[in-house]
C-alpha cells in the first residue's frame, strides 16, 4: 500500500499521462473517421475498428487501468526493498509513456493511411530494449522483475551475472530494433526479426544462467 503523500503525487502525475492522448484525440476529434482502426494484422491490413466516441477512450483508460495495478505492486515494501529506486521509476513511467506513444501512433494512422505503424513500433521497442538494458544490470534478487529462474532465485552470483548478460544482450537488440527501422525492409523481414530477437533475449539468458547453476 501507498504510505506517502510523494506515492500518492506520483501515482496521480503518472495515471494523468496515461489518459493524455484523450485531449490528443480531441483536438482532432472532427477530422478521425466515424470509425477507428484500432488494430492492425500483417501488412497493416486493419482488422478491428472502433466507434470513435468510445474509441479516444478505449486504449488510454485500459493502460490507466494496468497502470494502477502495476504501480501498487511497485509500492510494496517487498517490492521497494528488493527492487533499486531507478527499476521502480521505469516502470512507473513506462506504461504512461507507452500511452502516449501507442495512442500517438492510432491516431496518426488513422489520419494518414500510408503511416508507416511497423517502423513507428520497431523505434520504439529499441529504445525501450536500450533502457531496460541499462537498468537490470543493477537489479536485486526479486519475485517481480528480471530473470526469475528458480537458479537465479537462490543464488546471487547467478543472479547478477546473469542480468549483467541481459543488459549487454538488451542493448545490443534494442540498437539493431532503431538500425532495422531505417532500412527499407519488407514487413515479413522486420516481423521474422522481431520474432527472432525476442527468442533471443529470452533463450540465451536463460541457458547461460543454467549453465552457471550446473557448473556449480
Known amino acids: 500500500m501507498m504510505r506517502t503523500t510523494k506515492d500518492k503525487g506520483l501515482l496521480i502525475l503518472s495515471t494523468l499521462m496515461c489518459l493524455l492522448p484523450i485531449g490528443m484525440y480531441l483536438l482532432v476529434f472532427d477530422r478521425l473517421p466515424e470509425q477507428m482502426v484500432q488494430q492492425w494484422g500483417a501488412s497493416s491490413t486493419p482488422n478491428w475498428t472502433m466507434q470513435r466516441e468510445f474509441a479516444i477512450f478505449a486504449t488510454p483508460l485500459l493502460l490507466a487501468v494496468v497502470h494502477i495495478i502495476v504501480f501498487f505492486i511497485m509500492s510494496s515494501s517487498q517490492t521497494k526493498a528488493s527492487t533499486p529506486l531507478k527499476m521502480r521509476t521505469l516502470f512507473t513511467w513506462f506504461i504512461p509513456i507507452t500511452s502516449v506513444f501507442i495512442n500517438l501512433i492510432i491516431l496518426l494512422a488513422n489520419l494518414n493511411e500510408e503511416f508507416n505503424i511497423l517502423t ?63 532500412l527499407p525492409l519488407s514487413e515479413n523481414a522486420m516481423l521474422a526479426f522481431m520474432v527472432v530477437s525476442i527468442v533471443f533475449i529470452v533463450l540465451v539468458p536463460s541457458v547461460y544462467s543454467y549453465l552457471i547453476y550446473r557448473n556449480k
Do not use: C, E
Open 120 to 182: 513507428a513500433v520497431f523505434v520504439f521497442v529499441g529504445l525501450t530494449f536500450i533502457i531496460v538494458g541499462n537498468y537490470l544490470p543493477t537489479t536485486r534478487q526479486n519475485y517481480y522483475v528480471g530473470m526469475r529462474l528458480p537458479w537465479t532465485l537462490n543464488d546471487a552470483d547467478n543472479w547478477n551475472r546473469t542480468h549483467r548478460l541481459s543488459g549487454k544482450i538488451f542493448v545490443i537488440t534494442g540498437i539493431a530494433f532503431v538500425l532495422m527501422a531505417a
